[in-house]
């Protein structure tokens, strides 16, 4: 991959890179320590899988205004602001709120900075370097996933609690601050901090998009307008559909892994849940490869790519063997990083032409988030309706290989997209 500073369009990239590693990796392993919580305060069981619902909620509802926030004011100053608002979230388990209602309050800190994060992209760089920038971000995004995971399981863990009781006792002095998971959230809202320091030294660009008014009604207006021309635009359409597919179906697919580990290769749920990072690392190499070799002009073409990932989905059901497995999800890893990349730089690119990155993206969030939704219910259904899981994988291969081979045929044709 090219260096990150060997253009000087691209100066500030490194600072943005910089804050989205420490918010995120923070974002994940927050996730662990909140569920570390709910079981300290013996909370429902039900409590644990509705957490992670309340970010798909947060983009959801919010949808309308984080967009029109981001392009109204420079997008650092809005990054800033989305984790000063996770600091806030942190600080509220901290001082005892219900995990649930805290956890909330981060992930609306989330849905404000992803516009952000992704819109300023298209605001520093030139169109021919939006591949490469997202490749780097998807890169570092997938690392802090995987960082994430094991910090957070870390500072959670029983040896680790084991030595804050025998060394850190001092610690018991502090209210709210008596154990393992209330000190993982302390050293979260810490990396919040670091993200929310360095959003401070992101370049500030021109504003082009900012809207004439503000008050509710009108926002909900320009957010169906801008939802509407994204779908309704050849190059939007495409871009915006295979990636509203990859996020709901990898959402889907990391729910699917877990019960083939333990099924298929006799995996613990321990086991089943650190082979899902091999998904991660997969997508980490495909986003290098597309940010290597793919250009944003040519970005339709990588589609055929997931109509493979997705047949590649149903071999699945055939394999027995943990060493096959770990390849097979390194190679369907790679492939989703290496067509998602670029077409979320074409979804960028036409966004800031259309109607400004920070509304496009907020679509975007809107429709992955709402696809997540859609499709582990879908799921549940048919769980609840019996379906063998070799069937599910099935359908769920098919039902991927066949959407993409639909956006292929009708858009395989369309070329220059960084010319239009």
């Known amino acids: 991959m090219p260096a990150v500073g060997s253009h000087p369009m691209i100066r500030g990239l490194p600072t943005i890179l910089a804050a989205q590693f420490f918010s995120a990796l923070a974002d994940n392993a927050l996730l662990f320590s909140a569920i570390a919580l709910l079981s300290q305060v013996h909370a429902p069981a039900w409590h644990t899988p509705v957490l992670q619902m309340f970010f798909v909620f947060s983009y959801i509802v919010l949808a309308p205004f984080v967009g029109p926030f981001a392009d109204a004011i420079p997008k650092g100053r809005v990054m800033f602001v989305a984790n000063a608002v996770k600091i806030v979230g942190c600080a509220a388990m901290l001082a005892?709120?219900?995990?649930?209602?805290?956890?909330?309050?981060?992930?609306?800190?989330?849905?404000?900075?992803?516009?952000?994060?992704?819109?300023?992209?298209?605001?520093?760089?030139?169109?021919?370097?939006?591949?490469?920038?997202?490749?780097?971000?998807?890169?570092?995004?997938?690392?802090?996933?995987?960082?994430?995971?094991?910090?957070?399981?870390?500072?959670?863990?029983?040896?680790?609690?084991?030595?804050?009781?025998?060394?850190?006792?001092?610690?018991?002095?502090?209210?709210?601050?008596?154990?393992?998971?209330?000190?993982?959230?302390?050293?979260?809202?810490?990396?919040?901090?670091?993200?929310?320091?360095?959003?401070?030294?992101?370049?500030?660009?021109?504003?082009d998009h900012k809207l004439p008014r503000r008050d509710p009604a009108f926002l909900l207006i320009d957010f169906a307008h801008s939802f509407r021309l994204l779908w309704r635009d050849p190059l939007g359409q495409v871009s915006l559909a295979v990636t509203t597919l990859f996020w709901g179906a990898g959402a889907t697919l990391r729910l699917i892994v877990l019960v083939w580990a333990e099924k298929w290769l006799g995996f613990t749920m321990q086991q089943a849940t650190q082979l899902t990072a091999v998904v991660a690392i997969g997508i980490a190499l495909g986003a290098v490869l597309a940010a290597r070799f793919v250009r944003l002009e040519r970005s339709v073409r990588v589609i055929p790519v997931g109509i493979a990932m997705g047949l590649l989905v149903i071999g699945m059901i055939v394999v027995h063997d943990w060493r096959v497995a770990m390849g097979l999800l390194v190679v369907v890893g790679a492939m989703g990083g290496f067509f998602v990349v670029p077409m979320n730089a074409l979804l960028q690119h036409r966004g800031h032409l259309l109607m400004g990155a920070g509304h496009s993206i907020a679509v975007q969030n809107f429709n992955e988030n709402l696809s997540i939704l859609l499709m582990q219910g879908l799921y549940a259904l048919m769980i609840g309706a019996a379906f063998s899981y070799t069937s599910i994988v099935i359908v769920f291969g098919a039902f991927v290989a066949l959407t993409m081979a639909i956006l292929y045929r009708k858009h395989g044709h369309d070329q220059d997209a960084g010319q239009t």
């Open 96 to 207: 005892g709120m219900q995990p649930l209602l805290a956890y909330g309050i981060v992930g609306v800190g989330a849905a404000m900075y992803s516009p952000a994060k992704y819109g300023i992209l298209t605001e520093l760089l030139p169109t021919d370097r939006l591949v490469l920038a997202n490749g780097w971000m998807e890169g570092l995004t997938v690392a802090s996933i995987i960082l994430g995971a094991i910090l957070g399981g870390f500072l959670v863990g029983h040896d680790f609690a084991g030595f804050l009781a025998t060394h850190l006792a001092f610690l018991q002095a502090w209210p709210h601050l008596d154990s393992a998971p209330e000190f993982a959230i302390l050293i979260m809202l810490g990396l919040y901090g670091i993200a929310a320091f360095v959003n401070l030294y992101i370049p500030r660009v021109a504003i």
